[in-house]
């Protein structure tokens, strides 16, 4: 009797409680997972966005502080040697930490280096000799 019940439909058969494991086991987008951000920095990311900061604070120098080769070539070598540790923290911990931390010090710079450039190009405006007036020339013919 019992069995004629669960073929009738008014319990579910053995069979489809494995189907429905089965689906159940197979869906991954449940709510009981952590999601997954595929925008996050991964190491390269974050490496590669320090050694552009530093290009664009060497930029800056090179441009606004008379041609200065030196400290240019200076702030790239430093800036790439921080590419480099940051690249291997976030390689060798596998936290997106550390990307989104650059992500955030990298948006601050950005508008620290815009207010810059606007500020040196500014300076560099008034700074410039006003241009040099000609005498009057006087009529010879009085």
């Not at 540790?85 to 911990?93: E, N, R, S, W």
């Not at 992500?103 to 405006?125: F, M, Q």
């Amino acid at each position: 009797m019992l069995h004629a019940a669960a073929v009738c439909g008014f319990c579910v058969p053995a069979r489809q409680i494995l189907i429905v494991k089965s689906l159940r086991m197979a869906y991954t987008g449940g709510m009981d997972e952590e999601t997954r951000d595929f925008n996050a920095f991964n190491y390269l990311d974050s490496g590669g966005a320090v050694a552009l900061l530093a290009v664009v604070a060497a930029a800056l120098n090179y441009t606004f502080n008379d041609k200065n080769v030196t400290w240019s070539v200076l702030i790239v070598l430093v800036g790439l040697a921080a590419a480099l540790v940051v690249g291997a923290l976030q390689y060798f911990t596998g936290q997106d930490r550390v990307g989104k931390l650059v992500c955030l010090v990298g948006g601050a710079l950005t508008i620290l280096y815009v207010i810059i450039a606007v500020l040196a190009w500014s300076s560099d405006e008034d700074d410039a000799p006003p241009p040099a007036e000609e005498p009057a020339q006087q009529s010879e013919g009085h």
